[in-house]
């Protein structure tokens, strides 16, 4: 039985490594585009330091210290930006990672394989979210360089940690979408849906305390909303890991529930499709 084990984790790292590795090679094949999303983040605080001038007349608010805990408007919205891009990478990038498939022609090659096809996606979502740790560090670069965020050993290693548990989490809503890409053979709609529910109830660009009570109830269900807490308490407001102990285990219950899903309905799906024929509807 251990034996067997082990060579299923085997296997099933061996295809997260190589599909790992093939995304990457497709993302250094275009240098000039990769260029480009590593600058192009930087322009989409610019409109939020120009609102900040115009509103309060600085880019200090003691009103909204009130409600943030933290006057520093800027480095709020920047870090809000920079969790975000990771939910950006996994909905698209990830979820309609079978319909890409589908237009390059391999996604036939791909179903018949003998491996657990959401190892697959697996594999290209850590593509994605390497991608999307380059592009934000520009970003913090920026905001450490022109806003005063202190960085140090001691913030660093939980700030990863609840990153690293926001990612597993998505993963689990793009295996949900991946899913819904098989039977429905578009998911964009639906990534474009959850990625403005993320955007508008989570804490991206304001407070969660902002919200109605009802928004709050749906952003008290979405990991980003715990992630953004967790990091602005730590880098921001420079709490230690031990004040954020509740955001961080309710993200990893979030997480478990979502991998759940995300796994069962993939497979769930997968089967579903190969037994109705609709897969040759590609």
């Known amino acids: 039985m251990n034996l067997s084990l082990s060579k299923d984790l085997t296997a099933n790292s061996l295809i997260v490594w190589s599909e790992l590795v093939k995304n990457m090679k ?43 805990g933290t006057p520093n408007y800027v480095a709020f919205v920047i870090l809000g930006g920079i969790l975000n891009s990771y939910v950006l990478t996994s909905l698209y990038g990830v979820g309609e990672s079978m319909r890409r498939e589908a237009y390059q022609g391999t996604l036939d090659y791909l179903l018949s394989s003998p491996c657990n096809k959401a190892f697959i996606l697996i594999g290209k979502a850590l593509s994605e979210s390497i991608s999307s740790t380059f592009y934000a560090l520009t970003q913090l670069v920026v905001c450490v360089l022109f806003f005063g965020i202190e960085i140090t050993l001691g913030v660093v290693m939980p700030v990863l940690l609840v990153i690293i548990l926001l990612i597993l989490g998505l993963y689990g809503i793009a295996l949900m979408l991946a899913a819904i890409s098989l039977q429905s053979k578009q998911a964009h709609d639906l990534a474009h849906t959850l990625e403005n529910v993320f955007y508008v109830l989570s804490p991206v660009r304001y407070p969660v305390q902002s919200l109605p009570s009802w928004a709050q109830m749906i952003s008290s269900l979405l990991p980003l909303t715990y992630a953004l807490i967790a990091v602005r308490s730590l880098m921001l407001l420079r709490y230690d890991i031990t004040a954020v102990y509740y955001e961080i285990l309710l993200l990893l219950i979030i997480d478990m529930l979502l991998i759940f899903l995300g796994f069962y309905l993939f497979n769930w799906m997968e089967r579903r499709t190969k037994k109705s024929g609709s897969i040759s509807h590609y």
Do not use: D, H, N, R
Request: proline letters at 9%; a neutral charge; charged letters at 5%.
């Open 26 to 68: 497709f993302l250094t094949a275009y240098p000039v585009v990769f260029i480009f999303w590593t600058i192009f983040p930087i322009f989409w605080f610019i409109p939020f330091l120009l609102q900040g001038q115009a509103f309060v007349g600085g880019l200090q608010s003691p009103e909204f210290a009130k409600l943030a």
